[in-house]
Every structure is written in C-alpha cells, then in structure tokens.
C-alpha cells in the first residue's frame, strides 16, 4: 500500500492545526497491531458523521441541517480541485463521498490495478492528502475517522477500514465469492453492515474495530447493484425479488418479501427509511411505501412511465428522479403527484439530470445542457415545497453525480475534478 507523501501529512496537519472546521477525525490510536489493540480509545460513528455517496440517488440520509447554505439563491464557484485522470477512468466507480468535511473522490488505472483516493477539503478544496488500494472497482463510505471500501481481489471480495490521517489499512474482512461489482456497505448504529452476494446469503455487522458484531444468513441473492438502507434500529439489504429486514443491532431477521406482483421484481435504486416507512423504487416504473412494522404488504403503489429513482425522503414528499428527465414530489400519505418539472422546464436545451440532493428544503440538481456543441451545464437550486427553480449556477464542466453538501458548500464532480458553490 502507498502511503501519503510527507507534503501530504505535512499539509493535513497544518490544515487541522489552522482551525479548519472539518470536524472531528476521532481518537483512533495509529499503531501496529499490539498496539492498537491495548491503546486504541473506542471509535464511534455517530449518524450525523456519515454520508452516502450521492449517485443515482442511492443516497437515503439527508445531509445534516447544519450543513446547509446560508443563502441557496445566490451561488458562484468559490474553488475548484483538479483530479488528473490517468489510465481508464469510470465514472460510476469508485463514487465519491463526504465525511468530516472532506470530499473523497477516486481514480484508477487497469494497467496497474490500483485504486487511488485523493481528498479535498469541502470548504476550501485544498488538497488533504492521498493513498492508494488494489483493486479497480470500489465501492466506498465514510464515517468518522474512517473510509470503508468493498472491492474485488484474486481470491474474492474483501472490505478494507482505512483511516483519514494516514491512509493506513486498519483491518480487513474477505469473502470466498465473486461479485461484480461488488456490493456497497452501509453504516448505521454504530456498525458497519455488509451481506456476502451469492447462494448462502448472509449479512454481517462489525464495530469500527473490524470486531464481527452478529451474522444473520438469509434466503435469497444480494442485489449487488443497490445498496441496502440503514437506520440506528432497522436495516433492509435489497435481494434479486424482493428485500430482507433486520434488527440493525442484533441482527434478528424480521421479515422479507420474495413475491412481488407486476414485471421487474429488482429494485431500481436503494431504499429509503424515514419516519417509520421503507420506499422504493423497482424497474418496472412501480414506487412502494411499506411500514417497517407491517409486513402484510405495501401501504400504496404508484407507476410512474420510465425508471424512477428515490432522490430524498423529507416529512411530506418523496423526491423522485425519472430516467434522468424529470424531477418528481410525491405525497408521503398516499404517493399522489404533488409537482414535477420536465429537465426542459429547469433548461430549454438540458439534455439530463443527476440525482437531486435535499438539505433544509432545497433540492440540488445538476443539469447537463448542450447547445449548438456549447457546454453550458448548471446547478439548479429548487424549492421543495412548490417545486419552484429558485436559482440556476453555470458549472465548469458536465455535472457527474448528484451534489453533495458539506460545510455551507455544494460539492460537484466533474470529468475534470471538484468544484465547490457558495
């Protein structure tokens, strides 16, 4: 494994020692093995610290309030930060997330079968280092001090926990199985949560420290392609026809659905658990809402025309994204449409839409928009009561993955790097 430079460590240090607000990076003591396991304080991850990869609307968190924009409507690029795109470059993996006022955004190359994660901060954009992973495809997220990533080896699947400061792999977990890609752990009271991907499912929980908490197996096969959905109490892990539902603590099974009525039994994109109900979207148009509670079936279904994606969830409305064309607000209560507005409606010349991102009652699109061969691509600042584009930001290059929030800033990726609005 390559370490961070000494400039590198040099300028996270002078960062943190300069009053940076990027939050705690926690109290794990870097060791070797003996050490860690007498002088390390207990690692905690609390919900607040974690945030999902905004991808495909696969994220079922809002950011935290206290990371909202003092004023949505007026937005410019306050930084930019280049990320050199050496070999092949994916977009889609390893997606990029934030934690602890740090963006983590990934590159690698096929000829040297790494993966290498570089790391901004999101108020300034300076660079806080870097390390590299083997591996071409990962799947991350980060809490606390750490970066979890999910990833294919020669002998199978392993999860790795790094740490921020140094980059150094702090334990690992490996599966004697194949699955490409491979699947997307989640964090959730406390616990990391994983579930192997092939017959003989099971689905596992370890503590920050790479302890095994519990292990459940289930019947059914993973959906490698969505990830789960956790709170502090419940988690679903989404299976090929259905979903399971477990304890997120103890890993007590609760119940399953394997039957689904209709075409395509998969879910389009990962679940969203908010005030006590479980939504989601499968690929045959169909948007669900089930109580956690109530297993005896959905409490409604909407069929909405083309793939809908779960963007957020807030007290009242589901945010939908629909084949990347169309913003959608459904009613909690019965899934009713309550607004939606065509990418036309945002941009007479968009050609899509990325996931939409929600914090404080605004949603954060971004609009890819070609004209006459002229890339003028925004950020769209929408009301989520009325639906309203309340602002609209041009944006250096083609917008890749929904927005992401941290510190007071919106974070973009582009083909070319980061850039961050305030």
């Not at 929600?358 to 989520?384: F, M, P, S, T, W």
Request: contains cysteine; negative net charge; proline residues 6%.
């Amino acid at each position: 494994m390559s370490e961070p430079s000494t400039l590198s460590r040099r300028r996270a240090l002078s960062l943190l020692g300069g009053g940076l607000a990027i939050g705690s990076l926690g109290g794990y003591v870097v060791g070797d093995d003996s050490e860690r396991a007498e002088t390390a304080s207990s690692p905690v991850i609390a919900p607040t610290d974690w945030s999902h990869p905004n991808y495909d609307a696969t994220n079922n968190r809002h950011p935290p309030v206290q990371n909202a924009l003092r004023d949505p409507t007026s937005l410019d690029t306050v930084w930019k930060a280049p990320m050199s795109l050496d070999g092949t470059f994916v977009p889609d993996n390893p997606v990029p997330v934030v934690a602890n006022g740090l963006v983590i955004g990934g590159k690698y190359s096929t000829a040297r079968s790494r993966t290498t994660f570089e790391l901004f901060t999101t108020h300034g954009g300076e660079s806080y280092g870097s390390f590299s992973r083997p591996g071409t495809k990962h799947t991350p997220v980060a809490a606390g001090d750490y970066l979890f990533s999910h990833y294919e080896t020669t002998d199978g699947m392993q999860l790795d926990a790094s740490g921020f400061r140094s980059g150094e792999r702090l334990w690992s977990w490996e599966e004697q199985t194949t699955s490409l890609p491979p699947l997307q752990p989640v964090v959730a009271g406390g616990l990391i949560h994983m579930a192997t991907a092939r017959g003989g499912t099971s689905a596992s929980a370890f503590t920050p420290r790479g302890e095994t908490k519990w292990k459940t197996r289930f019947g059914g096969r993973t959906h490698n392609l969505v990830p789960p959905a956790a709170t502090p109490r419940t988690l679903v892990h989404p299976t090929m026809d259905g979903f399971a539902v477990f304890d997120t603590q103890t890993g007590e099974f609760r119940w399953e659905v394997t039957s689904w009525e209709g075409g395509s039994k998969a879910m389009a994109t990962a679940p969203v658990l908010h005030d006590g109900a479980l939504y989601m979207a499968r690929h045959d148009g169909r948007v669900l809402c089930y109580d956690l509670e109530d297993d005896s079936g959905p409490q409604w279904v909407r069929r909405r025309q083309g793939l809908a994606r779960i963007a957020a969830v807030d007290s009242g409305r589901v945010f939908l994204t629909q084949s990347r064309d169309a913003l959608t607000a459904l009613a909690t209560t019965d899934g009713s449409d309550e607004w939606s507005l065509n990418r036309l409606d945002i941009h007479p010349d968009a050609s899509n839409l990325t996931a939409a991102t929600l914090c404080d009652g605004i949603l954060y699109v971004g609009v890819v928009v070609e004209n006459d061969d002229k890339y003028q691509h925004r950020l769209a600042v929408i009301d989520a009561d009325s639906g309203t584009v309340s602002h609209q930001t041009t944006l250096p290059g083609a917008p890749r993955f929904g927005p992401m929030i941290s510190n007071g800033t919106v974070i973009v990726q582009t083909r070319d790097g980061f850039v961050g609005l305030r």
